[in-house]
């Protein structure tokens, strides 16, 4: 994938103050022809709202975003039809709850991409066995793990052979060890060739899965770079916050 | 102690107490006069079961639709929904019914054969301001992180609210729905001022007929006791069964 951000601003009215909060500023950022991007920087300088944008789930106040030339709609109608091409991934709460993980697996695919039930459960079930999953199909979220739940998320997302995939610190809310299991499964995506997007505090992980790293920051982008590069480079900004990130 | 010895350990002091009192009456009971009329609290019991059930489903549908009215984006149609509630809640039924009937129906020409119809219409008015409370309640509950998961598998606004948001919050207020049926049958006791032939009317009737007037009521106590006890139960049912769901 090939993205193109111009000039991006993303400005909230907050309700009770009245006045506007600025979270993206004239963000700019233009990636090479890469298959898995990773988005690190403090909390609060704009990394989930632009990973909201690029899934589609909110429109900027300003400036263009391009996936491999192809801009994003603003209008609700494009912007479901966007939606239905890739796939997004949040910190928790992505599953149904009333539903059971295999039921979460086959909405989507049914009442969205209008595969027959029978035909949708065929689909998903040899992805079920490689990730693990299936002993898990008949149970309902609350009694899954986190990580569990986070790999059943993922699948989600991923059933409906999106174009890429968007995850939004899809191990900020795991313990560790559940951390890792989740960020295995991204690894095999990797290593099976499937785009995405990835916001993470997790740099170790960042490291090995990225293509190009982009640092957000006060909304905007002052560093984008491999990884190599990135954990390499002078910009005050990243070493500062790459001194705090490893004390942690 | 088991929950179910404690409660009968309540009932029988509750009956000892009654017993006593009625005992302290010296009252002469006239049970057989009341006998003779059984076939009309039969009747005016499952008219009430039937009043009941009809304006519970009406306003079922009145109540879901106000809810998401209150929850509109548009201050005129969340206006509508607010006063109807406030209206409703702030006024006795009594006096609903009144008006209603002689007010509303009349002023339509409405034949005098629709009387239970116009009965159950103002009942179904009535709980359906309560019902707006209790699905605002049960929508309101559902997080914001529910809907952005449903926007981001790509349903619709309407799909999200059928498939994700309404079949949770339906499990979440059918514990109050069934406790607000309780409310319902009871309040339908208020349609005998309008002379539907239900389970307080038959009682009534039975009443000016014999003068026993304890021999026609406490049969009519028993009678919604034994429709409002099991939906308190189902009530508490509903609770447990959907409790686990909260993750």
């Excluded at chain 2, 179910?4 to 009971?29: K, P, R």
């Excluded at chain 2, 309101?140 to 981001?152: E, G, L, V």
Aim: hydrophobic content about 50%; aromatic content about 8%; charged content about 20%.
């Amino acid at each position: 994938m090939n993205l193109a951000i111009h000039g991006l601003v993303q400005r909230f009215a907050d309700p009770r103050s009245g006045t506007q909060a600025t979270v993206l500023d004239r963000l700019d950022l233009v990636t090479g022809d890469i298959q898995a991007l990773v988005l690190v920087g403090p909390s609060g300088g704009g990394k989930s709202t632009l990973l909201r944008i690029l899934a589609g789930l909110d429109v900027p106040t300003a400036g263009t975003v391009a996936f491999d030339g192809e801009p994003l709609p603003r209008d609700e109608k494009g912007l479901i039809g966007y939606r239905r091409t890739v796939g997004t991934v949040f910190q928790a709460y992505n599953l149904f709850p009333h539903l059971t993980a295999m039921q979460n697996l086959l909405l989507p695919l049914v009442h969205v991409h209008g595969l027959a039930e029978a035909e949708a459960r065929e689909r998903v079930r040899e992805p079920l066995e490689r990730f693990g999953l299936a002993s898990h199909a008949h149970k309902r979220p609350a009694e899954l793990s986190g990580g569990q739940k986070q790999r059943v998320a993922i699948l989600r997302a991923l059933v409906v052979r999106p174009r890429r995939l968007f995850l939004d610190e899809p191990t900020s809310a795991l313990d560790p060890e559940m951390t890792g299991e989740v960020l295995d499964m991204i690894g095999e995506l990797k290593a099976t060739g499937t785009q995405f997007v990835l916001v993470t505090h997790e740099m170790g992980f960042a490291r090995r899965v990225a293509d190009e790293v982009a640092f957000i920051a006060d909304g905007g982008c002052p560093a984008l770079a491999t990884p190599a590069e990135f954990f390499s480079c002078h910009e005050p900004r990243v070493v500062s916050f790459l001194e705090r990130v490893q004390r942690e | 102690m088991p929950r179910w010895l404690a409660h009968l350990i309540v009932i029988a002091l509750l009956a000892a107490a009654c017993g006593w009192a009625f005992a302290s009456l010296d009252m002469t009971w006239n049970w057989g006069v009341v006998w003779e009329y059984r076939q009309a609290f039969w009747k005016g019991w499952w008219m009430t079961l039937g009043l009941a059930l009809a304006a519970l489903l009406a306003s079922s549908l009145i109540g879901l639709a106000a809810a998401v009215m209150l929850r509109s984006r548009f201050a005129i149609v969340e206006a509508f929904a607010r006063v109807y509630v406030e209206l409703i809640r702030g006024t006795p039924l009594l006096v609903q019914l009144l008006v209603g009937w002689y007010v509303v129906a009349a002023a339509l020409h409405v034949g005098t054969e629709y009387r239970a119809a116009v009965g159950v219409l103002v009942l179904a008015l009535f709980s359906g301001a309560y019902m707006a409370e209790i699905f605002r309640g049960g929508l309101d509950a559902i997080p914001k992180a529910q809907i952005d998961s449903a926007r981001a598998v790509g349903l619709t606004r309407w799909q999200a609210f059928r498939l994700v948001v309404l079949p949770q919050a339906v499990r979440i207020v059918l514990p109050a729905v069934a406790g607000q049926l309780v409310s319902l049958i009871k309040d339908s006791s208020l349609l005998s001022v309008l002379s539907i032939g239900e389970f307080t009317f038959a009682a009534r009737n039975v009443n000016s007929a014999t003068y026993s007037t304890l021999e026609s009521y406490l049969p009519l106590a028993a009678g919604y006791l034994a429709l409002t006890l099991p939906l308190s139960a189902l009530s508490r049912w509903l609770e447990r069964r959907f409790r686990y769901e909260a993750a």
